[in-house]
Structure formats: structure tokens, C-alpha cells
């Protein structure tokens, strides 16, 4: 996937825009807290973009000044490349969302729901109830009522509720809420698959695995602010770099390495080492390792680069970040 | 800070209509909104079986044990219908529970959305939010003004075809629809009748009454009628019978079309009012329960209250009660709703004054300022 820096983006406020959602300078407050701090953020079309952060970092409040269920206090935004909220009814018409737990008419059927929602749409969504229903897969269920429900049907009715004006972005809140592992497992591939009918997904979450096994790329938030953005792959070549050293003698090559410059960040266990190397660290550093410790008379089994995974690189961010934003 | 790249989409990527052809943003709702507001109203089963168990059933039972038991003992029970029982039930049931039934109406329809968490789906949708309110009120409408009408039609029915076939005033059988040189004449012809059953306001030294079967009664010991000639007592009967013609000329063995229709409308807009203030206090206040406690309060003990005694420091927010205005539009033949001193029998403290124009405008201003608030709240609201 080809890169894009914030000076390339395209003009704002143009439907023609590369991005799916825009803000500048977006600042929401609740009397002294300020949930939402002076965002700028850029999800680009076509992919499935994960907004993450800790619980009351703000992402949920981001999503409801996006779709106008709250004002901004400040900033600009855009949707679909539409002027929110001057335009809301225009930019509004080609999104679909979730957002918080979804919740229904409970003595309504789910396609009573829907029902509801479409009639406010466009005249093409009514036909597109039990489009919308088959996708999701409740067509089975679509005429029992929602006060029957399972979190996890209530959760694909917010799906197809989405789906009823065939849009070209969905915001989804915590999708995976509530869901089993085969529910989350079915709404990964959803996903991936509205992803690949060209539409954009984006969607906040805390479950950092599954926003890794799903997004192409993401927004990391604290404490209302965004502190980081790009694609996942990116991001993660920036992190530090760990590196496992199998050993026999682990203590004593500890010893030999604190002299050293990889000395700083060593955890000794029973198999071995594991050094923490600074981002950007190269395949050198790690020669250099096993070099060291094999003039020293020490054996070493093997050497391997640890994978870093988004959640450790969002554990090292939020930490070291967090409290500085 | 980089992002990724917008990829080309694929082949089968969604349409790219703005949907601005839907006129989404448009106040006004469209018939599709209109029909699932009624739906979903009409869905809440235990709700609705509630307010036309109030409003249908309970008149519709109590006309029924009088029409079994007059068929059972003519005697001992009067007939099911007739004017009386028109006005008993629509100034003492049907105007009232018309207000609080529509007004539980119009609490539910103005907070499900939010209780039930729809509202957020719907505004996500990008419709105006003022469409969102509006759509309510046809919808809301369409449902309580068939059930007002039909607890009516069933009252109306009964009350002319079981109506009784003789007119009763203060207990004495008089004909029906008499004009006053009539009323007169029918006294002349039944002096004893008239002097003895009917209210008089002048001497009357025969000590007489009229029983319960409308016979003419002496009391023992008494001279009677005996020192009086017939022409003197003819004379007084027609004396008496001028002093009562006002009150009887209200009297009717059952509502006229016309009395019938005007009343129907007016307990139409009764519950009209009841509905859009009770949607718009509910859309205020985000939830049902308080708004319908705080409509009963209002209808039954705050405007009673307010109607009756005039405080002269209070009288013009006295005329701005809704209730009080709704009195002075209610249909001059039934006797006043409030205890006052309408335009039927009876008496009673009368109502605090106010014009007709006043009253008008009076319930236009709270039809239009409920509505404009509960929309205000509607549109500020956070979802």
C-alpha cells in the first residue's frame, strides 16, 4: 500500500476528496474535560481503519461529533469529502454507523426495525431490508422480536441497520462488543469483506488483536488527542525492536552485554535473553549480539527478532505518551 | 504524519448518490415515517389495550349493565341512553380520559426513541431531526382520534337508540322539543303537575309534590287542592311553567346531530391537545412517566382548580390554563365540564371569564408552543 503524507491530501470539502473522514483541529468539551482534543485525523477510502485507545480516551465522542449526534466546539470536518455539519443530511446519506451498544424497539421485529430506519432513508433502503438481513445473517430471525435477542443479533441488526443506505462508509463503535468468538470471527470477515466491496470501515475498539487482524491502518487516542496515525505496518517498523538470545549461560552473557551498547534494556530468563533495541535498530545490531557473545566463550542457540505486536507497540505508546499529551 | 492511500475501489463498489434527491433534509416527513411512527405505536400492545380498555371499555361496559338491566326491570331501571347519560359521560368521562389517554399517548410517542435507544439510529440516518419530530404527530393523531371517535360513536349510539321516550324534568313527565307557548299550554293542562313538580320561585301555599312514578301527591292533612278554583290554579301553572321554560327548553330526550357533532369535535381537539402537549413534554424531558403524572396533575386537579376561583393577581396566567380555554369552547348545551355555571342546568361557582377570541388563541399558543419546544429539544438534543 502506497503512502500518503498530510501535505498530499486532497482538497477538503470535495466529494472527489481521498478521504473517507477529515478533521482539523476538532475539539469537543464536557465542562472542564476536554474528550475530544484538537484532533486531526485522516481515514483514507477504501480500507478498515482502527481508532484506538484506551477506555475514556475520547474515541466514542469523536464518533458522535462526526455523525451530529453532538456538536464541536471547534475544528472543521468532513465526511465522504461532504461538510459536516453543514451538509449532514448529504454527508450522512452514504454513512452507516454504530454506535455504543446497538439498541432497538424491543417489541419491534428486527425487520420492523429496520422498517423504521429505512423509511427515513432514501426510497431504495426499504429494498434493501432483507438484502441487508440475508447479509448479516439474520433472515431467519428478522421477525422475532428484538426484546429476544441476543447481544450478538442485536449487534448484526446494527450491521444491517448500516447497510440500509448501501453506504460508503460505516462507523462502527466497539463491533466486537458482546460478540462470542465465532461472532467476532463472522464480523471480522463482514468487515473485510465490505473493505473489499470498496467501502470504508472504521471503527474503534480496544481489542487490539482483532483490530490488527482487520485494519489496514490506525489512529491511536489518549487522553482525547490523537498521537499516532498510519498504516499498521508502518507504525510497528518504528517500534523497538526485541530481540530473544538462546543461551547457556544467560546470566553471565548479561554480565557481558552491560558493557556494552545493548546494555540498557536486558531481561534474563531461564532460556535466555531478551534485548529491548531502539527503533530503527538494523540486522547489524543483531550480528553485533552474537559476535559479542561468542568471542566471550558463550554459546550461543539461536537468535530471533521478536515480532512486535500492536498491542505492545499501543502499550508502549499510550505509556510513554500518554501522560505527555 | 503519514497515512495510507486511498485504493482504487473495485468494481463493485457502492453507489455514489449523495441521496440528496430524497429530500432528507427537509422538515417535512415523508408518508413512509408517517406509517412506521404508527406502527410502531400501534405495536405496543399492552399500551394500546390500556388506553382502549379506558376509553372504549369502560363506557361501552357501563352502557351495556344499563341497557341489560333496564331490559331485566323497566321499572326499577331507567332507560340505557337519552341526554342525561350523553352529557354525564362526556362531560364526566369521556372530555377527561380523552385528555389523559391521548396524553399517555403522546408521552410514550415523544420518549420511546430515546428509552428505546432509536433515536440515535435515526438521527445517523441524516433525516432532520425536525422531520423526526413532526412524523410523530400525524402518526400519534392517527391513532388517538379513531379511538376517541369511536368511544364516542358508541356513547352517541346508545344514548339515541336506547334514549328514553318520555322527558323527565324534576321528576315530571313532560313532552319533548315544546315551545314556550307550548310548554305553557301542556302546563295549563296539567296544572296540578306543573305546581307541584316543577321548581317555582313565587308563593306556592299548596303543600303537594310529585313522587317518584310521577304521580301527584297530597300530604295527609293538608286541604289540597280543594280551596283553590281551576282557573286560579291553571293561572299559576302557567306562571310556574314561564319561570322554568329557560331550563327546560335544555332538555332533550337524547343529544341533537348537531349537539353531538359539535361535542365530538370538541373532545376531538381535547384530545388533540392532550396529545401534542404530552409529546412535546416528553420530548423535553427525554421519558415518559414524569410527563404523564405531571398531564394528569394538570387536567385534573390544577385546572379544576384554577378554573373556578378567580385570583386577581393570577387571573391572566388563570386565562392561559388551557383547560379554562377548552371550557369556554365547550358546546353551550351540555352543562359545564369545570362545576361552573355553563350554559346548562344546573349552577355552581362560575369560571373565570374569558372571551372566546381569548380562548382560541389560548389553545392555538399551546398547541403551537408544545410543538415548537418538544422540536427545540429534538433538534439540541445530544443522541
Redesign the interface.
Known amino acids: 500500500?502506497?503512502?500518503?503524507?498530510?501535505d498530499d491530501r486532497s482538497p477538503r470539502n470535495s466529494?472527489e476528496s481521498?478521504?473517507a473522514v477529515e478533521t482539523h483541529g476538532l475539539t469537543k468539551r464536557f465542562g472542564d474535560n476536554v474528550a475530544v482534543n484538537d484532533v486531526?485525523l485522516?481515514?483514507?477510502?477504501?480500507?478498515a481503519f482502527g481508532y484506538l485507545g484506551p477506555n475514556g480516551a475520547g474515541k466514542t465522542t469523536l464518533i458522535?461529533v462526526l455523525?451530529?449526534?453532538?456538536h464541536a466546539d471547534k475544528g472543521t470536518m468532513s465526511l465522504l469529502g461532504?461538510s459536516v455539519p453543514r451538509h449532514?443530511?448529504?454527508?450522512?446519506?452514504?454513512?452507516?454507523?454504530i454506535?455504543?451498544?446497538?439498541?432497538?424497539?424491543?417489541?419491534?421485529t428486527g425487520r420492523?426495525?429496520l422498517?423504521?430506519?429505512?423509511?427515513?432513508?432514501?426510497?431504495a433502503a426499504?429494498d434493501r431490508i432483507d438484502s441487508s438481513l440475508e447479509r448479516v445473517g439474520m433472515t431467519h430471525r428478522a421477525d422475532d422480536r428484538v426484546s429476544k435477542y441476543s447481544m450478538g443479533m442485536r449487534q448484526r441488526l446494527g450491521v444491517a441497520?448500516c447497510l440500509l443506505?448501501?453506504?460508503?462508509l460505516l462507523i462502527l463503535d466497539e463491533p466486537m462488543n458482546g460478540l462470542d468468538p465465532a461472532g467476532m470471527h463472522e464480523m471480522r470477515d463482514m468487515i473485510l469483506s465490505l473493505v473489499?466491496?470498496?467501502?470504508t470501515v472504521m471503527l474503534s475498539s480496544h481489542l487490539l488483536d482483532e483490530v490488527e487482524r482487520t485494519c489496514?491502518?490506525v489512529a491511536i487516542v489518549d487522553n482525547g488527542k490523537v498521537i499516532r496515525?498510519?498504516?499498521i505496518s508502518?507504525l510497528l517498523a518504528g517500534a523497538a525492536v526485541e530481540v530473544h538470545v538462546g543461551c547457556s549461560t544467560p546470566d553471565r552473557a548479561r554480565t557481558v552485554l552491560a558493557t556494552t551498547a545493548f546494555g540498557e534494556a536486558i531481561d534474563v530468563d531461564a532460556s535466555g535473553l531478551s534485548i529491548h533495541l531502539p527503533s530503527g535498530t538494523g540486522q547489524d545490531a543483531i550480528a553485533e549480539i552474537n559476535r559479542i557473545l561468542v568471542e566471550d566463550g558463550i554459546a550461543v542457540f539461536h537468535l530471533e527478532e521478536q515480532q512486535v505486536s500492536l498491542e505492545s507497540w499501543f502499550l508502549q505508546v499510550t505509556s510513554r505518551l500518554g501522560d505527555n499529551v | 504524519?503519514?497515512?495510507?492511500?486511498?485504493?482504487?475501489?473495485?468494481a463493485?463498489?457502492?453507489?455514489?448518490?449523495?441521496?440528496?434527491?430524497?429530500n432528507?433534509?427537509s422538515w417535512i416527513p415523508?408518508g413512509?415515517?408517517i406509517?412506521?411512527?404508527i406502527?410502531?405505536l400501534r405495536?405496543?400492545?399492552g399500551l394500546m389495550a390500556a388506553l382502549i380498555v379506558v376509553y372504549i371499555g369502560v363506557p361501552t361496559i357501563f352502557l351495556l349493565v344499563r341497557l341489560i338491566a333496564h331490559a331485566v326491570a323497566p321499572k326499577s331501571y331507567g332507560p340505557a341512553g337519552g341526554y342525561d347519560i350523553f352529557t354525564a359521560l362526556v362531560i364526566g368521562f369521556m372530555f377527561f380520559l380523552g385528555f389523559i389517554v391521548a396524553a399517555t399517548l403522546g408521552c410514550s410517542a415523544g420518549s420511546?426513541d430515546l428509552t428505546?435507544?432509536?433515536f440515535?439510529?435515526?438521527?445517523?440516518?441524516?433525516?432532520?431531526r425536525l422531520?423526526?419530530y413532526f412524523a410523530r404527530i400525524p402518526a400519534g393523531l392517527a391513532i388517538i382520534v379513531p379511538l376517541v371517535a369511536v368511544g364516542f360513536t358508541i356513547v352517541c349510539a346508545v344514548c339515541v337508540f336506547a334514549a328514553p321516550t318520555k322527558l323527565s324534568y324534576e321528576g315530571v313527565n313532560v313532552p319533548p322539543g315544546l315551545s314556550a307557548a307550548g310548554f305553557n299550554h301542556w302546563a295549563a293542562s296539567h296544572p296540578k303537575e306543573a305546581v307541584c313538580g316543577l321548581p317555582n320561585f313565587g308563593p306556592n301555599n299548596v303543600p303537594c309534590y310529585v313522587n317518584g312514578k310521577g304521580k301527584v301527591v297530597v300530604p295527609r292533612g293538608t286541604t289540597g287542592f280543594q280551596n283553590i278554583s281551576p282557573a286560579t290554579l291553571k293561572a299559576d301553572a302557567v306562571k310556574v311553567a314561564e319561570q322554568n321554560y329557560k331550563a327546560y327548553s335544555k332538555l332533550f330526550l337524547y343529544p341533537s346531530d348537531a349537539l353531538m357533532i359539535r361535542t365530538g369535535l370538541w373532545i376531538e381537539l381535547e384530545a388533540t391537545i392532550g396529545f401534542i402537549v404530552g409529546l412535546g413534554l416528553a420530548s423535553l424531558m427525554g421519558q415518559r412517566t414524569v410527563p404523564v403524572v405531571l398531564m394528569i396533575v394538570l387536567e385534573v386537579i390544577l385546572t379544576p382548580l384554577f378554573s373556578r376561583v378567580a385570583i386577581p393577581h393570577l387571573i391572566n396566567a388563570q386565562r392561559g390554563l388551557v383547560g379554562l380555554a377548552m371550557s369556554h369552547l365547550e358546546p353551550s348545551a351540555l352543562p359545564h365540564n369545570l362545576g361552573g355555571g355553563g350554559g346548562g342546568p344546573g349552577g355552581g361557582p362560575t369560571l373565570v371569564p374569558e372571551s372566546l377570541t381569548v380562548a382560541i388563541c389560548v389553545v392555538v399558543a399551546w398547541l403551537v408552543g408544545w410543538t415548537a419546544l418538544g422540536a427545540w429539544r429534538m433538534v439540541k438534543r445530544?443522541?
Open positions: 500500500m502506497s503512502v500518503q503524507t498530510m466529494e481521498s478521504w486531526e485522516l481515514v483514507p477510502r477504501g480500507c458522535r455523525l451530529g449526534l453532538t461532504v449532514r443530511d448529504r454527508a450522512l446519506a452514504r454513512v452507516g454507523a454506535v455504543d451498544e446497538p439498541r432497538f424497539h424491543g417489541h419491534l420492523q426495525n422498517e423504521i430506519l429505512a423509511a427515513a432513508r432514501e426510497r426499504r441497520a443506505g448501501d453506504p460508503q473489499a466491496e470498496g467501502r489496514d491502518a496515525q498510519g498504516p508502518e | 504524519m503519514t497515512s495510507v492511500a486511498n485504493s482504487p475501489a473495485p463493485t463498489a457502492p453507489t455514489t448518490n449523495g441521496g440528496s434527491r430524497d432528507r433534509g415523508n413512509a415515517m406509517q412506521t411512527r406502527m410502531e405495536k405496543r400492545r420511546t428505546d435507544g432509536m440515535r439510529h435515526l438521527v445517523i440516518t441524516g433525516r432532520s422531520a423526526l445530544d443522541a
